[in-house]
C-alpha cells in the first residue's frame, strides 16, 4: 500500500531501472514535509499556508505545476512566494529559486521565521483578544472528566509536521537558511554568452532556466536517476515574476506580441520536467499585465493549479463596507483532477485575504451582498435563505435551479429594480405563495417563476 | 465507460459506430471525463486504439483507466494500445541528443508541422500486414487535447491540416474513428482556438459538450452535458438532434459514475 499511496510517477520511473533499483524505489519511505493525499493517493506538499492548503484540496501535488497570478503591485503575490520556500526550508527540502529582478539570496534573507507552539498561540491571541474576552469560562457539566485537559487546536509542531506557520514581522534566521540546500539561477547573470545555446523557438532566458532546472533535477537525482540515494527528497522550484519583460519577454508589453508562445512554450516543458520528477513548482506571473487574454486563458490550462490575488489598493473596492478588514480577494482558479475523475473544490467562493501584522489569514466573506439587495429576490426567498442550514443555501440544487428559472424568465425586471432600489409592496395577505411570486409586484408585468415555488395557478 | 453515457449515445461496445469523427468540448468545466470514457470504451470494444496524450502522464490515465475497468498497461503490452505521452517525448527532444528522430520536433523549430506526428499516427493504426497479430475491430485515434498544440505555437491551419489528413486515413481508408478535445474558451477572445473549434465542429458528426452551468457554481451538479448529433446520410433526421442533460460525476471506488 506504501507504493500505492505515493505519487504515481514513481512507479513509473523505478520500473525501467535495474532490478535492484526496482526492487528499492517501489517501496517509499516517507519523505519529509509530505503527505499522501486523502482522496486519491497523490504525494502532496504544503504550500507553506495552511489555510491555502485546505483550499486546494489538502496540498500542493507533487510533480505540479501552481501559478500565482500576482496582485497589482506585487505585495501579497510575492509573501505567497515566500511562504513556499520558507515552508521548503522548515521540512528540508532543495530549493531552487530563479529570479530576473532580485538576487535570490536576497529573496531567501527576507523569508519569514516559522513559529513555534507557545509563539503561534501568543500572535493568534493578539489578534482576536477583543474575541477572547467575550467568550466565558464554560463549565463541562457531564464530561467534567475532560475539562482540564489542554484544547485541542490545529497549531504548530517539529517540522515532521505537514504545514507550518510563520512570522511575517521576524525574519528567518540565517544559521537555518545556510543549513538549507538550494540552487540560484538568477537571469543578468546567466545571460553573459549567447553561445552554445540551441535555438528551440524559445525565448533565451527561458532556455537556459529549462536547462538549468534539468540539469539540477538530473544530478541531483530527482527523477529517480540515482538509485543509490536511498534518501529521496523534493525539489521545490520557485520562479518569480515570470513574463515580465525582463525575463525578455513581451507579452505584457504587446497587445499582439511577437513571441507569443515563448511563455506557453516554457511551461509546456517546465510541465514535463515536473512530471518526471519530484518536485513542485510555484510560479508568479504578471497577468494583469498581459492584454491579450487568449495567451493568459492558454497560461491557465498549461497550469495545474491556478490562484489569482486581487488587492484592494487602489480600486474602488476599498471603500466597500463589507470588505473593511480584508486587504484582497483571492480566487482559485484552477485545480488539477490528477488520477481520478473528480477534484476536491472547495465549497466557499468568496475568499478575501488579510494581512495582519504577523499572520496572513484567508477567510471566507459572506455572500451577503446578494441578500442585501433584497429586490432580486422575492422578499420570501430571502427568508429562507436567512435560516440556518437552509436547503436553499447558495450551491444547494435548489438555489441553483430556482435561480435558473427565476432569472431567465425576470433577469430586464431584476435589473431594473437593483438600479432603482425600489422597495416591494407586500400585498398583506401573507403566504409563501404569494410573496413568493414575481407577478404580485407592482409594476404588474404578470410573469410566472416557475418550478419548485410555482404553487399558484 | 460510463453505461449512462452510452444510452444517451445508443451505442454500446458490442456494436460501435464506425467511420465517424467526434469532437469533445469543454467550456468552464474540465471535459476530461469524456476522454476517459472514450478510451475505456474503445478498448472494451476492442478495438485498436492510438491515444495522443499531450497534456498529461501515461500513470494519470491508468490510474483513472482502472477505475473504469480497463488496465492500460495490459492493452500496450498486448499491442491493442499505442500511447504517445507528448511531455515525455518533449523533454527527450530539448534535452536528448539530436540524432533520434521524433515526433515532436516542431517544438525545437519554429516552423509548424504537424506531419511527423501524423506519421506516427498512420504507422500506428495501419495494420502491419504480417497476420501474425491478432485482429482488432477497427482503428480509433483519440487526441487528449488540441487546444495545447495552439499554445505550442502551432498554427490553427496545420492543426486542421492534421485532422484532415487523420480523418482521411482513419475513417475513410481504414473504416475507424477519430475522437478529439478541445478547450472552448468563449469568454476569452482566443480567435485561433474559436475558429479551430469551429471548423472541427462542421467536420464532426457528433458533438459532445460538457459545459459548466449558467448561473455558477453549484455542490450538486457539475455542470451539463449537451450532445449535438449531425445526420450525414440519413435523410429522416436531417435535423440536429440536441440534448441537454445535467451532469454529476461520482467517484466511487467500485466505479461508477451517475449521469
Same mark, same amino acid.
Given at each position: ?145 475532560? &475539562? ?196 476536491? /473544490? ?18 471566507? /466573506? ?51 429594480? /437593483? ?14 405563495? &404569494? ?23 | ?42 478498448? %472494451? ?69 504537424? %506531419? ?20 482488432? %475491430? ?15 505555437? #502551432?498554427? $490553427?491551419?496545420? #492543426? ?19 475522437? $478529439? ?7 476569452? *477572445?482566443?480567435? *485561433? ?32 452535458? %449537451? ?12 435535423? $440536429? ?13 467500485? $466505479?461508477?459514475?451517475?449521469?
Amino acid at each position: 500500500m506504501a507504493a500505492l499511496t505515493t505519487g504515481s510517477f514513481l512507479r513509473k520511473v523505478s520500473v525501467p531501472g535495474s532490478g535492484a533499483a526496482g526492487g528499492g524505489g517501489a517501496r517509499l519511505r516517507s519523505i519529509a514535509g509530505t503527505r499522501p493525499s486523502v482522496q486519491n493517493g497523490q504525494l502532496l506538499v504544503s504550500a507553506g499556508l495552511p489555510a491555502l492548503d485546505q483550499l486546494l484540496g489538502g496540498g500542493l501535488a507533487v510533480g505540479t505545476l501552481l501559478l500565482i497570478e500576482e496582485d497589482k503591485y506585487n505585495i501579497y503575490s510575492s509573501l505567497i512566494f515566500k511562504y513556499f520556500l520558507a515552508e521548503g526550508i522548515v521540512c528540508g527540502h532543495t530549493l531552487l529559486v530563479a529570479s530576473a529582478k532580485e538576487d535570490p539570496g536576497d529573496i531567501l534573507q527576507e523569508l519569514p521565521e516559522p513559529l513555534h507552539d507557545d509563539n503561534y498561540k501568543k500572535v493568534l491571541d493578539e489578534g482576536r483578544s477583543h474575541k477572547s474576552q467575550e467568550e466565558p469560562e464554560i463549565s463541562m457539566k457531564i464530561a467534567w472528566r475532560y &475539562q482540564n485537559l489542554p484544547q485541542m487546536e490545529a497549531g504548530p509542531g517539529t517540522s515532521s509536521r505537514f504545514g507550518h506557520y510563520y512570522d511575517v514581522s521576524k525574519r528567518m534566521s540565517q544559521e537555518v537558511i545556510q543549513s538549507a540546500k538550494w540552487h540560484k539561477f538568477f537571469l543578468p547573470e546567466e545571460i553573459t554568452s549567447y553561445a552554445n545555446v540551441e535555438s528551440c523557438a524559445l525565448n533565451h532566458g527561458y532556455t537556459k532556466l529549462l536547462h538549468f532546472i534539468q540539469r539540477v533535477i538530473s544530478e541531483q537525482g530527482f527523477d529517480g536517476s540515482n538509485p543509490q540515494k536511498k534518501q529521496k527528497n523534493i525539489l521545490r522550484i520557485g520562479i518569480q515574476s515570470l513574463g515580465s519583460p525582463l525575463w525578455g519577454d513581451d507579452i505584457c508589453c504587446a497587445d499582439t506580441p511577437e513571441h507569443m508562445h515563448s511563455l506557453t512554450r516554457f511551461l509546456y516543458v517546465l510541465r514535463g520536467l515536473l512530471r518526471m520528477s519530484l518536485s513542485a513548482c510555484i510560479i508568479t506571473v504578471p497577468s494583469h499585465l498581459i492584454q491579450n487574454k487568449a495567451v493568459t486563458s492558454r497560461i491557465r490550462n498549461l497550469s495545474d493549479t491556478v490562484v489569482g490575488l486581487e488587492s484592494f489598493i487602489g480600486s474602488e473596492k476599498e471603500a466597500n463596507s463589507l470588505y473593511k478588514d480584508y486587504h484582497g480577494l483571492i480566487h482559485i482558479h484552477q485545480i488539477p483532477r490528477l488520477n481520478s475523475l473528480i477534484c476536491d /473544490v472547495s465549497d466557499t467562493k468568496d475568499l478575501a485575504f488579510k494581512l495582519q501584522r504577523k499572520v496572513f489569514t484567508i477567510e471566507w /466573506v459572506q455572500d451577503n451582498y446578494l441578500r442585501q439587495e433584497r429586490n432580486i429576490y422575492p422578499p420570501g426567498f430571502s427568508y429562507l435563505l436567512k435560516q440556518k442550514d437552509s436547503a436553499w443555501g447558495e450551491g444547494s440544487l435548489q438555489h441553483s435551479t430556482f435561480l435558473m428559472s427565476f432569472l431567465a424568465k425576470t433577469t430586464a425586471f431584476a435589473s431594473r429594480l /437593483v438600479r432603482h432600489c425600489e422597495p416591494l409592496k407586500q400585498t398583506g395577505s401573507g403566504g409563501i405563495r &404569494q410573496t413568493a411570486e414575481p407577478g404580485m409586484w407592482h409594476d404588474g408585468r404578470r410573469q410566472r417563476a416557475p418550478g419548485l415555488l410555482g404553487i399558484a395557478t | 465507460m460510463f453505461p449512462e453515457l452510452n444510452n444517451l449515445l445508443n451505442v454500446s461496445p458490442d456494436k460501435p459506430e464506425q467511420g465517424k469523427f467526434t469532437l469533445l468540448c469543454d467550456a468552464k468545466t474540465d471535459g476530461g471525463f469524456l476522454v476517459h470514457h472514450f478510451l475505456s470504451f474503445y478498448l %472494451k470494444a476492442n478495438c485498436k486504439v492510438c491515444f495522443v496524450a499531450l497534456l498529461q502522464s501515461f500513470s494519470h490515465y491508468n490510474i483513472v483507466g482502472q477505475k473504469l475497468g480497463v488496465n492500460l498497461i495490459a492493452a500496450r503490452d498486448r499491442g491493442q494500445l499505442v500511447f504517445f505521452e507528448g511531455l515525455k517525448s518533449t523533454v527527450e527532444v530539448l534535452f536528448g541528443s539530436k540524432e533520434q528522430p521524433n515526433t515532436l520536433k516542431f517544438i525545437r523549430e519554429s516552423s509548424s508541422d504537424l %506531419k511527423s506526428l501524423y506519421e506516427f499516427v498512420q504507422k500506428a493504426l495501419t495494420p502491419s500486414g504480417d497476420g501474425s497479430a491478432t485482429s482488432w %475491430k477497427f482503428p480509433v485515434l483519440l487526441v487528449d487535447d488540441l487546444s495545447v498544440l495552439l499554445s505550442l505555437g #502551432v498554427e $490553427a491551419v496545420a #492543426v486542421l491540416d492534421f485532422i484532415q489528413y487523420c480523418r482521411a486515413t482513419v475513417c475513410c481508408q481504414l473504416k475507424g474513428n477519430v475522437v $478529439a478535445l478541445v478547450h472552448d474558451s468563449d469568454q476569452t *477572445e482566443d480567435e *485561433e482556438n474559436a475558429m479551430l473549434m469551429n471548423a472541427l465542429g462542421h467536420q464532426s458528426s457528433l458533438i459532445l459538450r460538457a459545459e459548466g452551468l449558467v448561473t455558477g457554481f453549484c455542490k450538486d451538479v457539475h455542470g451539463q452535458l %449537451k450532445i449535438l448529433r449531425r445526420g450525414l446520410l440519413q435523410p429522416k433526421n436531417d435535423e $440536429a438532434e440536441q440534448w441537454n442533460t445535467l451532469l454529476k460525476v461520482i467517484e466511487i471506488p467500485c $466505479a461508477r459514475a451517475r449521469i
